[in-house]
């Protein structure tokens, strides 16, 4: 039988081709992909041939098949929430929850990243203030699907208002796989620099466990504030007990910013930077400090990039204060609204080793070595006077 172009090719390869959206996967009316993880611990797409009737419709989804154009946004906005409890709660300027609360005084449906009893990460959706809770902070790990899709398509189509909050990536499989547009959806999407594996994640958690249980983590607890990237992961154990690691010397953070332990997709990202189609960008306004400080309180602030008009007059309706800001100036501060980098030098042999040493362990060993090439890699990006203040950004999202 002739096979379509998309199943041929993840019969052959992997790599940069797939990032993992599963949009192929909720598309196929078979039901014949699944979602698996590979060696590096990524999900990707597995075809049970024998069910597989060749009918292109994982193809048609596939976003980085069929990648959008970029599209200019309206506007920048600087955003505080109003309510400083939920600041605090969040990682930026707590966009997000003030997005969400709008929805769900609509009785609308919120869809967001939160983890599991195992603290991997995965797409789940509420429809109460207290259900979106859960979706608060940025948890840096790639998170399975979980068959949103589907879910977002059933609630619009019963005329529930529907929040998606994701990636890039995973807002760009959603608009393909729903091909037109909704005028109850709204779509957010996170501003990113990449994505690590969620093996290097479980790892790493259990290095640093080292037996004990994990009640709560929270990589962007603002306890020693927000400005000048001074936030820090908190992982808190039964026993009373907690794990703290600035962002700057942590190597969980540092393995994403040099593109060590994220997902190859990334190093050549089809869906940042208004190639989405999201309604939002959503990200910290790095930089707040020297830009326009009015904004800048060390509790946090949002950047957010509109990109629609949809999105512009849902703007007046939130609970946040929000001031124009200059996307161009931000982008200077923040790598995740640069263009995608490449690998890490030893991408390949990190992976290779995955299995061979404790995480914390295996971090230490490739991202001390591999200092020289991050400073001309920062270099290069930043030029020679701004390396000082791509130091302090090393580890900080
Ligand atoms: C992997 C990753 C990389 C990022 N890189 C950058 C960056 O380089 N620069 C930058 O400015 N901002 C980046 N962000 C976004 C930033 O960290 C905040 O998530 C964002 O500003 C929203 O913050 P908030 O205060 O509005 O609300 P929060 O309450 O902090 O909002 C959390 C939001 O993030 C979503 N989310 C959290 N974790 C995930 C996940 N694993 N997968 C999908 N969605 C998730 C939730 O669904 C929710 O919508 C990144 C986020 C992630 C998850
Ligand atoms: S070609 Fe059709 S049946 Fe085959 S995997 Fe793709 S969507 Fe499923
Ligand atoms: S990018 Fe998405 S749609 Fe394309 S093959 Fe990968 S999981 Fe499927
Ligand atoms: S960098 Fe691009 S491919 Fe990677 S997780 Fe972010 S949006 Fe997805």
């Not at 002739?2 to 199943?7: A, E, S, T």
């Not at 037109?180 to 969620?198: G, N």
Request: charge should be neutral; proline fraction near 4%.
């Amino acid at each position: 039988m002739r096979r379509n172009d998309l199943v041929s090719s993840l019969m052959s390869s992997h790599d940069t081709e797939c990032c993992g959206c599963a949009a192929c996967h909720d598309a196929c009316p078979k039901h014949c992909i699944s979602m698996m993880p590979d060696n590096d611990g990524f999900l990707y797409p597995i075809v049970d041939l024998s069910a597989c009737v060749d009918c292109g419709q994982c193809d048609k989804v596939c976003p980085i098949r069929h990648p959008y154009m970029e599209e200019k946004p309206i506007t920048t906005l600087a955003v505080i929430n109003r309510d400083e409890t939920i600041r605090l709660q969040s990682s930026s300027g707590g966009f997000f929850h003030a997005l969400a609360e709008l929805v769900i005084q609509k009785s609308g449906v919120v869809f967001g990243a939160r983890f599991d009893e195992r603290w991997n990460v995965r797409i789940d959706c509420a429809d109460t203030i207290e259900g979106i809770e859960k979706f608060m902070g940025a948890k840096y790990v790639q998170a399975d699907l979980n068959e949103a899709y589907g879910k977002v398509k059933r609630y619009l189509h019963d005329d529930r208002w529907v929040l998606f909050t994701g990636l890039p990536c995973q807002v760009s499989g959603l608009n393909h796989f729903l091909s037109h547009d909704y005028d109850k959806l709204i779509t957010a999407e996170c501003v990113c620099h990449s994505v690590p594996s969620p093996k290097v994640w479980n790892g790493y958690v259990e290095a640093i466990a080292k037996g004990r249980n994990v009640t709560n983590v929270n990589f962007r607890n603002k306890g020693t504030g927000w400005r000048h990237y001074a936030y820090q992961m908190v992982v808190d154990f039964e026993n009373g007990q907690s794990f703290k690691a600035l962002s700057s010397s942590n190597l969980y953070m540092k393995g994403l910013i040099q593109n060590l332990t994220t997902r190859p997709s990334c190093s050549e990202c089809i869906a940042k930077n208004g190639r989405s189609h999201a309604d939002f960008s959503m990200g910290d306004y790095w930089g707040a400090w020297d830009l326009q400080h009015e904004m800048d309180d060390d509790k946090g602030t949002s950047i957010v990039v509109v990109h629609t008009q949809k999105a512009l007059d849902i703007i007046p309706k939130l609970k946040v204060k929000a001031e124009q800001a200059d996307l161009e100036k931000a982008q200077k501060y923040n790598l995740g609204l640069a263009e995608p980098t490449p690998l890490h030098k030893s991408y390949g042999k990190f992976f290779h080793d995955l299995d061979k040493r404790p995480m914390d362990r295996l971090l230490s060993r490739y991202l001390n070595e591999q200092k020289p090439v991050f400073k001309s890699f920062a270099r290069r990006i930043f030029g020679n006077g701004a390396i000082q203040m791509v130091k302090k950004v090393i580890g900080r999202l």
